[in-house]
Protein backbone atom coordinates (compact mmCIF):
# COMPACT_ATOMS: atom_id res chain seq x y z
CA UNK A 1 0.00 0.00 0.00
CA UNK A 2 1.13 3.50 -0.82
CA UNK A 3 2.24 5.64 1.59
CA UNK A 4 2.99 9.87 2.07
CA UNK A 5 6.54 10.20 2.87
CA UNK A 6 6.74 13.59 4.57
CA UNK A 7 10.53 15.38 4.15
CA UNK A 8 10.64 17.71 7.08
CA UNK A 9 13.20 21.12 6.30
CA UNK A 10 14.07 21.44 10.04
CA UNK A 11 14.79 20.01 13.73
CA UNK A 12 13.37 23.26 14.86
CA UNK A 13 9.04 23.49 15.48
CA UNK A 14 8.32 26.59 13.73
CA UNK A 15 5.77 27.80 11.57
CA UNK A 16 6.02 25.17 8.58
CA UNK A 17 6.69 22.25 10.68
CA UNK A 18 3.67 22.51 12.67
CA UNK A 19 1.51 23.66 9.46
CA UNK A 20 3.14 20.33 7.15
CA UNK A 21 2.25 18.44 10.15
CA UNK A 22 -1.46 19.79 10.66
CA UNK A 23 -1.65 19.68 6.80
CA UNK A 24 -1.22 15.92 7.35
CA UNK A 25 -4.24 15.02 9.38
CA UNK A 26 -5.85 15.25 5.58
CA UNK A 27 -3.91 12.85 4.05
CA UNK A 28 -5.59 9.60 3.97
CA UNK A 29 -2.30 7.25 3.47
CA UNK A 30 -0.17 6.19 6.04
CA UNK A 31 2.63 9.21 6.62
CA UNK A 32 5.96 8.80 7.32
CA UNK A 33 7.84 11.83 8.72
CA UNK A 34 11.57 12.21 8.27
CA UNK A 35 12.55 14.73 10.70
CA UNK A 36 16.09 16.23 10.47
CA UNK A 37 18.65 15.78 13.52
CA UNK A 38 21.45 17.75 14.24
CA UNK A 39 24.25 17.92 17.17
CA UNK A 40 22.55 19.27 19.91
CA UNK A 41 18.91 19.10 18.65
CA UNK A 42 17.52 15.60 17.96
CA UNK A 43 13.94 16.87 16.53
CA UNK A 44 12.51 16.21 19.90
CA UNK A 45 9.80 19.55 19.82
CA UNK A 46 9.11 18.72 16.34
CA UNK A 47 8.27 14.33 16.97
CA UNK A 48 6.56 15.84 20.08
CA UNK A 49 4.26 17.54 17.90
CA UNK A 50 3.38 15.05 15.36
CA UNK A 51 3.55 12.65 18.06
CA UNK A 52 0.34 15.15 19.74
CA UNK A 53 -0.86 15.92 16.80
CA UNK A 54 -1.51 12.03 14.99
CA UNK A 55 -2.37 9.64 17.87
CA UNK A 56 -5.28 8.65 16.16
CA UNK A 57 -3.99 8.55 12.78
CA UNK A 58 -1.25 5.80 11.20
CA UNK A 59 2.09 7.31 10.96
CA UNK A 60 5.30 6.61 11.54
CA UNK A 61 9.00 8.45 12.19
CA UNK A 62 12.33 8.38 11.13
CA UNK A 63 15.51 10.83 11.36
CA UNK A 64 17.68 11.53 8.80
CA UNK A 65 21.05 12.91 9.56
CA UNK A 66 21.44 16.92 8.59
CA UNK A 67 25.23 18.42 8.74
CA UNK A 68 25.18 21.67 11.01
CA UNK A 69 26.42 23.74 8.09
CA UNK A 70 23.05 24.01 6.07
CA UNK A 71 21.86 25.71 9.28
CA UNK A 72 24.90 27.71 9.66
CA UNK A 73 24.17 29.93 6.19
CA UNK A 74 21.36 32.20 5.18
CA UNK A 75 20.00 33.30 2.39
CA UNK A 76 22.66 36.21 2.15
CA UNK A 77 25.54 33.88 2.79
CA UNK A 78 24.64 30.70 0.68
CA UNK A 79 26.75 31.76 -2.53
CA UNK A 80 30.30 32.76 -1.00
CA UNK A 81 30.04 28.87 0.77
CA UNK A 82 28.89 27.40 -2.04
CA UNK A 83 31.29 24.15 -1.34
CA UNK A 84 30.16 23.93 2.39
CA UNK A 85 26.69 23.17 0.86
CA UNK A 86 27.22 21.13 -1.47
CA UNK A 87 28.86 18.89 0.59
CA UNK A 88 26.15 19.23 3.19
CA UNK A 89 23.71 18.18 0.13
CA UNK A 90 25.62 15.35 -0.72
CA UNK A 91 25.86 13.91 2.94
CA UNK A 92 22.02 14.32 3.15
CA UNK A 93 21.64 12.78 -0.28
CA UNK A 94 24.26 9.65 1.05
CA UNK A 95 21.16 9.76 3.92
CA UNK A 96 18.38 9.22 2.12
CA UNK A 97 19.43 6.04 0.41
CA UNK A 98 18.47 4.56 4.36
CA UNK A 99 14.59 5.68 3.27
CA UNK A 100 12.81 2.91 1.54
CA UNK A 101 10.69 4.60 -1.53
CA UNK A 102 8.19 2.57 -3.63
CA UNK A 103 7.10 3.29 -6.94
CA UNK A 104 3.76 4.44 -5.67
CA UNK A 105 4.59 6.69 -2.89
CA UNK A 106 4.53 10.14 -2.67
CA UNK A 107 7.12 12.16 -1.56
CA UNK A 108 5.91 15.84 0.25
CA UNK A 109 9.58 17.25 0.38
CA UNK A 110 8.43 20.63 2.86
CA UNK A 111 11.28 23.18 2.17
CA UNK A 112 14.42 23.88 0.20
CA UNK A 113 17.55 22.55 2.00
CA UNK A 114 15.95 18.92 2.15
CA UNK A 115 14.52 19.94 -1.49
CA UNK A 116 17.95 19.69 -3.59
CA UNK A 117 19.06 16.35 -2.17
CA UNK A 118 15.82 14.63 -2.79
CA UNK A 119 15.14 16.24 -6.20
CA UNK A 120 18.75 15.01 -7.48
CA UNK A 121 18.06 11.80 -5.54
CA UNK A 122 14.70 10.42 -6.84
CA UNK A 123 16.17 11.58 -10.19
CA UNK A 124 19.14 9.31 -10.24
CA UNK A 125 17.00 6.76 -8.69
CA UNK A 126 14.17 6.96 -10.80
CA UNK A 127 11.63 7.24 -8.98
CA UNK A 128 8.50 7.46 -11.06
CA UNK A 129 5.91 8.39 -8.56
CA UNK A 130 4.24 11.64 -7.26
CA UNK A 131 6.69 14.40 -5.82
CA UNK A 132 5.13 17.46 -3.86
CA UNK A 133 7.94 20.26 -3.25
CA UNK A 134 6.06 22.45 -0.77
CA UNK A 135 7.59 25.61 -0.73
CA UNK A 136 7.05 27.95 2.14
CA UNK A 137 9.14 30.65 1.19
CA UNK A 138 10.14 32.66 -1.78
CA UNK A 139 12.16 30.54 -4.44
CA UNK A 140 16.20 31.42 -4.41
CA UNK A 141 17.09 31.15 -8.06
CA UNK A 142 20.85 31.74 -7.68
CA UNK A 143 24.09 29.49 -6.97
CA UNK A 144 23.76 25.57 -6.63
CA UNK A 145 19.63 26.22 -6.83
CA UNK A 146 20.40 27.01 -10.38
CA UNK A 147 20.56 22.99 -10.66
CA UNK A 148 17.18 22.33 -9.18
CA UNK A 149 15.16 24.79 -11.32
CA UNK A 150 16.63 23.12 -14.30
CA UNK A 151 15.47 19.65 -13.32
CA UNK A 152 12.37 21.02 -12.53
CA UNK A 153 12.12 22.40 -15.90
CA UNK A 154 12.63 18.80 -17.41
CA UNK A 155 10.54 16.34 -18.20
CA UNK A 156 11.34 13.53 -15.71
CA UNK A 157 9.89 9.85 -14.35
CA UNK A 158 8.33 11.66 -11.35
CA UNK A 159 5.42 13.56 -11.41
CA UNK A 160 6.22 17.17 -10.22
CA UNK A 161 4.02 18.85 -8.20
CA UNK A 162 4.87 22.26 -6.86
CA UNK A 163 2.93 23.47 -4.09
CA UNK A 164 3.55 27.43 -2.55
CA UNK A 165 1.84 28.94 0.54
CA UNK A 166 0.61 32.01 -1.19
CA UNK A 167 -0.58 32.88 -4.48
CA UNK A 168 2.37 35.29 -4.18
CA UNK A 169 4.79 32.18 -3.81
CA UNK A 170 3.42 30.53 -6.91
CA UNK A 171 3.76 33.02 -8.79
CA UNK A 172 7.55 33.32 -8.35
CA UNK A 173 8.08 29.50 -8.31
CA UNK A 174 6.34 29.98 -11.66
CA UNK A 175 7.83 32.34 -12.86
CA UNK A 176 11.31 30.40 -12.43
CA UNK A 177 10.53 26.59 -13.68
CA UNK A 178 7.71 26.57 -15.72
CA UNK A 179 8.33 23.21 -17.09
CA UNK A 180 5.50 21.84 -19.18
CA UNK A 181 5.17 18.28 -17.17
CA UNK A 182 5.16 20.74 -13.81
CA UNK A 183 1.79 21.39 -11.67
CA UNK A 184 1.05 24.44 -9.92
CA UNK A 185 -0.93 25.04 -6.40
CA UNK A 186 -1.55 27.31 -3.75
CA UNK A 187 -1.77 25.64 0.02
CA UNK A 188 -2.33 27.94 2.48
CA UNK A 189 -0.82 27.41 5.97
CA UNK A 190 -3.20 25.82 8.38
CA UNK A 191 -3.91 27.12 12.01
CA UNK A 192 -4.60 23.78 14.09
CA UNK A 193 -6.26 24.24 17.66
CA UNK A 194 -4.45 27.11 19.57
CA UNK A 195 -6.44 26.98 22.47
CA UNK A 196 -6.55 30.94 23.51
CA UNK A 197 -8.96 32.59 25.77
CA UNK A 198 -11.63 34.70 23.79
CA UNK A 199 -11.70 37.78 24.89
CA UNK A 200 -14.44 40.58 24.50
CA UNK A 201 -12.75 43.11 23.00
CA UNK A 202 -14.12 45.94 24.45
CA UNK A 203 -11.14 47.82 25.32
CA UNK A 204 -7.81 47.18 23.21
CA UNK A 205 -4.92 47.56 26.09
CA UNK A 206 -2.20 45.09 24.85
CA UNK A 207 -0.49 44.70 21.18
CA UNK A 208 1.31 41.93 20.39
CA UNK A 209 4.16 41.66 18.12
CA UNK A 210 5.20 37.60 16.92
CA UNK A 211 7.72 37.22 14.90
CA UNK A 212 11.26 35.40 14.88
CA UNK A 213 13.92 37.99 15.11
CA UNK A 214 15.01 38.99 11.93
CA UNK A 215 15.37 42.28 10.33
CA UNK A 216 12.81 41.75 7.31
CA UNK A 217 10.23 41.59 9.95
CA UNK A 218 10.32 45.04 10.94
CA UNK A 219 10.00 44.83 14.42
CA UNK A 220 12.84 47.66 15.09
CA UNK A 221 10.22 49.77 13.33
CA UNK A 222 7.90 49.04 16.20
CA UNK A 223 10.28 50.38 18.56
CA UNK A 224 10.58 52.98 16.64
CA UNK A 225 7.09 53.93 16.61
CA UNK A 226 6.74 53.50 19.84
CA UNK A 227 9.18 56.45 20.58
CA UNK A 228 7.24 58.64 18.34
CA UNK A 229 4.04 58.20 19.93
CA UNK A 230 4.64 56.78 23.21
CA UNK A 231 2.33 59.66 24.43
CA UNK A 232 -0.26 59.45 22.13
CA UNK A 233 -0.09 55.30 22.79
CA UNK A 234 -1.02 55.73 26.56
CA UNK A 235 -4.08 58.49 25.64
CA UNK A 236 -5.43 55.92 23.46
CA UNK A 237 -5.09 53.45 26.25
CA UNK A 238 -2.72 51.62 25.43
CA UNK A 239 -0.86 49.81 28.10
CA UNK A 240 1.98 47.71 26.70
CA UNK A 241 3.74 46.50 23.25
CA UNK A 242 4.53 42.82 23.66
CA UNK A 243 7.14 41.30 21.24
CA UNK A 244 7.31 37.28 21.51
CA UNK A 245 10.17 35.40 19.33
CA UNK A 246 13.64 34.42 19.51
CA UNK A 247 15.54 33.60 16.65
CA UNK A 248 14.39 30.09 16.69
CA UNK A 249 16.80 29.22 13.48
CA UNK A 250 20.42 30.04 14.66
CA UNK A 251 21.69 31.23 11.20
CA UNK A 252 24.42 33.01 10.57
CA UNK A 253 24.03 36.45 8.20
CA UNK A 254 22.13 39.82 7.97
CA UNK A 255 20.18 39.30 11.53
CA UNK A 256 23.34 37.68 13.44
CA UNK A 257 23.06 40.44 16.08
CA UNK A 258 19.52 41.94 15.68
CA UNK A 259 18.27 41.12 19.23
CA UNK A 260 21.05 43.04 20.21
CA UNK A 261 20.40 46.05 17.92
CA UNK A 262 16.81 45.93 19.39
CA UNK A 263 17.70 46.16 22.89
CA UNK A 264 19.61 48.78 22.03
CA UNK A 265 16.63 50.96 20.74
CA UNK A 266 15.15 50.42 23.76
CA UNK A 267 15.04 52.99 26.68
CA UNK A 268 13.53 52.81 30.04
CA UNK A 269 9.72 53.53 30.28
CA UNK A 270 8.74 52.25 26.92
CA UNK A 271 5.75 50.03 26.42
CA UNK A 272 7.95 48.13 24.56
CA UNK A 273 7.74 44.47 26.93
CA UNK A 274 10.00 41.54 25.10
CA UNK A 275 8.09 38.24 26.38
CA UNK A 276 10.44 35.68 24.73
CA UNK A 277 9.24 32.64 23.19
CA UNK A 278 6.05 31.52 24.15
CA UNK A 279 3.14 29.03 23.50
CA UNK A 280 0.60 30.43 20.80
CA UNK A 281 -2.34 29.57 22.99
CA UNK A 282 -0.53 32.03 25.69
CA UNK A 283 0.15 34.80 23.40
CA UNK A 284 -3.51 34.74 21.56
CA UNK A 285 -5.13 35.03 25.29
CA UNK A 286 -2.82 37.44 26.33
CA UNK A 287 -3.03 40.43 23.39
CA UNK A 288 -6.07 42.33 22.26
CA UNK A 289 -4.43 43.31 18.83
CA UNK A 290 -1.75 42.34 16.32
CA UNK A 291 0.81 44.06 14.27
CA UNK A 292 2.63 42.56 11.93
CA UNK A 293 4.92 44.90 10.72
CA UNK A 294 7.22 43.16 7.95
CA UNK A 295 9.33 45.43 5.83
CA UNK A 296 9.23 42.49 3.20
CA UNK A 297 7.10 40.56 1.29
CA UNK A 298 6.29 37.41 3.41
CA UNK A 299 5.17 34.03 1.17
CA UNK A 300 2.25 33.90 4.02
CA UNK A 301 2.07 34.97 7.46
CA UNK A 302 0.81 32.59 9.69
CA UNK A 303 0.66 34.31 12.73
CA UNK A 304 -2.09 36.37 10.96
CA UNK A 305 -3.91 33.53 10.18
CA UNK A 306 -3.89 32.70 13.97
CA UNK A 307 -4.83 35.50 15.14
CA UNK A 308 -7.70 35.72 12.93
CA UNK A 309 -8.62 32.07 14.19
CA UNK A 310 -8.79 33.60 17.77
CA UNK A 311 -10.82 36.64 17.33
CA UNK A 312 -8.49 39.33 17.05
CA UNK A 313 -7.89 42.50 15.04
CA UNK A 314 -5.43 42.85 13.13
CA UNK A 315 -2.95 45.53 11.20
CA UNK A 316 -0.42 44.27 9.11
CA UNK A 317 2.10 45.97 5.82
CA UNK A 318 -0.10 43.65 3.84
CA UNK A 319 3.63 42.55 1.61
CA UNK A 320 3.36 39.56 -0.36
CA UNK A 321 1.16 36.16 1.33
CA UNK A 322 -0.04 38.65 3.84
CA UNK A 323 -1.72 41.09 1.64
CA UNK A 324 -4.04 37.81 0.53
CA UNK A 325 -5.22 37.66 4.15
CA UNK A 326 -4.99 41.10 5.06
CA UNK A 327 -7.60 42.50 3.20
CA UNK A 328 -7.62 46.31 3.60
CA UNK A 329 -10.89 47.74 5.14
CA UNK A 330 -12.35 44.31 5.09
CA UNK A 331 -10.19 41.52 7.54
CA UNK A 332 -8.07 43.94 8.96
CA UNK A 333 -6.32 46.87 7.73
CA UNK A 334 -2.77 47.77 6.05
CA UNK A 335 -0.03 50.49 6.28
CA UNK A 336 2.88 51.25 4.37
CA UNK A 337 6.80 50.07 6.38
CA UNK A 338 7.86 52.91 8.20
CA UNK A 339 5.15 54.93 8.12
CA UNK A 340 4.63 55.23 11.47
CA UNK A 341 1.84 58.28 11.06
CA UNK A 342 -0.41 55.81 9.05
CA UNK A 343 -0.09 53.11 11.85
CA UNK A 344 -1.12 55.21 14.35
CA UNK A 345 -4.04 56.25 12.34
CA UNK A 346 -4.70 52.71 11.79
CA UNK A 347 -4.44 51.72 15.54
CA UNK A 348 -6.60 54.89 16.31
CA UNK A 349 -9.64 54.12 14.03
CA UNK A 350 -9.89 50.08 15.47
CA UNK A 351 -9.47 50.98 19.05
CA UNK A 352 -12.25 53.84 19.25
CA UNK A 353 -14.66 52.44 16.36
CA UNK A 354 -16.27 49.51 18.31
CA UNK A 355 -18.44 48.66 15.72
CA UNK A 356 -15.42 48.52 12.67
CA UNK A 357 -13.39 46.31 15.04
CA UNK A 358 -16.52 43.97 14.99
CA UNK A 359 -16.85 43.79 11.63
CA UNK A 360 -13.33 43.19 11.04
CA UNK A 361 -13.38 40.24 13.50
CA UNK A 362 -16.30 38.76 11.69
CA UNK A 363 -14.58 39.23 8.33
CA UNK A 364 -11.32 37.68 9.05
CA UNK A 365 -12.81 35.15 11.02
CA UNK A 366 -15.22 34.18 7.77
CA UNK A 367 -11.85 34.45 5.10
CA UNK A 368 -10.37 31.96 7.86
CA UNK A 369 -12.91 29.75 7.70
CA UNK A 370 -13.83 29.36 3.76
CA UNK A 371 -9.82 29.39 2.66
CA UNK A 372 -9.39 26.41 6.03
CA UNK A 373 -12.38 24.31 3.63
CA UNK A 374 -10.85 24.75 0.57
CA UNK A 375 -7.16 23.71 1.73
CA UNK A 376 -8.85 20.60 3.33
CA UNK A 377 -10.34 19.39 -0.16
CA UNK A 378 -6.96 20.74 -1.89
CA UNK A 379 -4.82 18.43 0.16
CA UNK A 380 -6.75 15.24 -0.67
CA UNK A 381 -7.19 15.83 -4.17
CA UNK A 382 -2.90 16.51 -4.09
CA UNK A 383 -2.41 12.91 -2.33
CA UNK A 384 -5.22 10.87 -4.37
CA UNK A 385 -5.62 12.51 -7.81
CA UNK A 386 -3.24 10.10 -9.92
Known sequence: MSKCIILLNSPYLGGAERSIILQSLHIPQECLFIVPTLEGDNGRDVISFINETKKDHNYKI?????????????????????????????????????IHINAQDIIW???????????????????????IWHFRDYPYDKGVFKIVWA????????????????NSVTSEVRRI????????????????KIGAKKKSHNQIKRIGI??????????????????????????????????????????AGAHDDYLNQ???????????????????SVIYSDIDLLIHPSID???????????????????????????????????GLTYFPYDHSGLFQSLSTI????????????????????????????????VLKA
Open 210 to 251: VSMFAPWKGIHTILEFEKLYHKELKDLGIESIDIYGGDIYKT
Open 351 to 382: VRNDKFRSELIKNSSEHLVSIEKEQRELIQQL
Open 109 to 131: INGNKVGFPTLIYLTIKGFKGKM
Open 177 to 192: CNGSDNVFKTLYNPVG
Open 62 to 98: ESLCYPSALYQVSRSGAIGRLFTLTYSFLLVFLELRR
Open 297 to 331: KEPFGRIIAEAFSCGLPVISTGLGGSGELVLNKVT
Open 262 to 280: LKRLYKNGSLIKFRGRQSP
Open 151 to 166: LLRKNLSMKKVLVSNS
